[in-house]
């Protein structure tokens, strides 16, 4: 990171209490300027699906049922009227090891007519080796059955399933943005001809490469690539401005969140071999190289998934971008100025006491969906409501 820009942070954080993981926090006062005009509200935190083992991703139904994944189990379930139910779907194809299995979900803005969903999930190749890729779905009336409607985009590259990613998101303008992890691979993340370590855009219903991407003529992978030089982007979300963020898991030094910006390149070169103490954000390698938004310095806390908070209900949090964090077990909450520049982070107390987080996502009705991620059958989706 260049040395203005730790400065600015450093001016702006300060650690966390010994207790637990750092995580850059604001030091007092530093904002004074532009002090909060709402109070933070209070949050009302309540488990609505339990005895899960690994919830991946989750999203909001019409009707107000809510649909998930389960990464190792490889199930798509469905909860609604109380219940959950799996729905049938072709889980022995899923290719499950270390940290990829069936991860990554996004449901179609037009679901009411269409019924589509997306997965990201580890796949079996020809030859006995593995992927991993992007299905399009399409549920049944009864929420019972996914049918294969096509792979999207596949052949992102895999090792040991390290680095799986793999986050999906259907933007405002129609594209399909997913974000996909480098295999622990040193090469993969500057390499624009392998999927890994990027952020990709497509056409949700053709897999077509989406017109806009920055190679979108050429022939080959990169043509999907919209950004590069990640390592293992776990996130990725919207602002209401219309903006595109990822949130990326770092190394030992830094987890990060970046405004992500068409043909970008953010840095990550971990070569040769696969050497885990370079900087996240290399300003060492030709071109330029884009700087995170936030990072969190050493230690990190391994952030996952993550969305901007809409609604005036969430008052002095209206606007923040609420990212999971797996080592250090709680929900940052990080408000950013119209320019992207970081002016604080929050911590809420309610959010810290339920272990591992792996994402968090807005419901439909505002609320904020969070799954844990402690495995052996334990884990759980919160409801987490804003009150007062």
């Given amino acids: 990171m260049r040395?203005?820009?730790?400065?600015?942070v450093l001016a702006l954080l300060v650690?966390?209490?010994?207790?637990?993981?750092?995580?850059?926090?604001?030091?007092?006062?530093?904002v004074a300027a532009a002090p909060a005009k709402k109070g933070v509200p209070r949050l009302k935190v309540r488990p609505v699906v339990r005895h899960l083992d690994h919830p991946w991703d989750v999203r909001s139904l019409p009707g107000g049922g809510l649909i998930f994944t389960q990464r190792d189990r490889a199930e798509l379930s469905v909860f609604v009227g109380g219940k959950v139910h799996r729905v049938k779907f072709p889980r022995k194809q899923v290719w499950v090891s270390g940290?990829?299995?069936?991860?990554?979900?996004?449901?179609?803005?037009?679901?009411?007519?269409?019924?589509?969903?997306?997965?990201?999930?580890?796949g079996n190749t020809d030859g006995g080796g593995h992927d991993v890729n992007v299905k399009a779905w399409t549920l049944d009336k009864r929420l019972r059955k996914a049918k294969l409607d096509r792979e999207l985009v596949g052949g992102f590259p895999t090792s040991s399933g390290r680095h799986g990613g793999c986050r999906l998101l259907v933007?405002?303008?129609?594209?399909?943005?997913v974000g996909t992890g480098d295999a622990a691979q040193g090469t993969n993340p500057e390499d624009l001809d392998s999927l890994g370590g990027k952020t990709l855009r497509l056409d949700r219903f053709t897999g077509a490469p989406w017109p806009g991407n920055p190679f979108a003529g050429a022939q080959?992978?990169?043509?999907?690539?919209?950004?590069?030089?990640?390592?293992?982007?776990?996130?990725?979300t919207e602002r209401a401005d219309g903006t595109l963020w990822s949130i990326e898991q770092g190394t030992t030094r830094d987890d990060e969140v970046n405004l992500l910006q068409n043909g970008g390149d953010?840095?990550?070169?971990?070569?040769?071999?696969?050497?885990?103490?370079?900087?996240?954000?290399d300003q060492g390698l030709p071109g330029d190289q884009i700087e995170a938004k936030w990072s969190?310095?050493?230690?990190?806390?391994?952030?996952?998934?993550?969305?901007?908070?809409?609604g005036t209900k969430w008052r002095a949090l209206d606007g923040a971008l609420a990212v999971a964090c797996l080592k250090a077990s709680?929900?940052?909450?990080?408000?950013?100025?119209?320019?992207?520049?970081?002016?604080?982070v929050r911590q809420p107390r309610a959010l810290k006491q339920w272990g591992r987080i792996r994402t968090a996502v807005q419901a439909s009705n505002g609320d904020l969906l969070v799954t844990t991620d402690n495995g052996g059958g334990n884990d759980v989706i919160l409801r987490v409501r804003p009150r007062g």
């Fill in 3 to 8: 040395p203005v820009l730790v400065a600015t």
């Fill in 15 to 30: 650690p966390l209490a010994p207790a637990a993981p750092a995580v850059a926090a604001p030091a007092e006062g530093a």
């Fill in 99 to 122: 940290e990829t299995g069936l991860m990554g979900l996004e449901v179609d803005p037009d679901f009411r007519s269409n019924r589509r969903i997306y997965t990201c999930q580890g």
């Fill in 171 to 177: 933007t405002s303008d129609g594209s399909l943005l």
């Fill in 220 to 236: 080959g992978p990169r043509r999907y690539v919209h950004t590069y030089g990640h390592r293992n982007v776990q996130g990725v």
């Fill in 266 to 281: 953010y840095g990550y070169d971990p070569v040769p071999g696969y050497n885990e103490t370079v900087p996240m954000t």
């Fill in 296 to 310: 969190s310095g050493d230690p990190t806390v391994a952030t996952s998934g993550g969305t901007f908070v809409n």
């Fill in 330 to 344: 709680r929900v940052l909450f990080l408000t950013f100025d119209a320019a992207g520049t970081l002016q604080r």
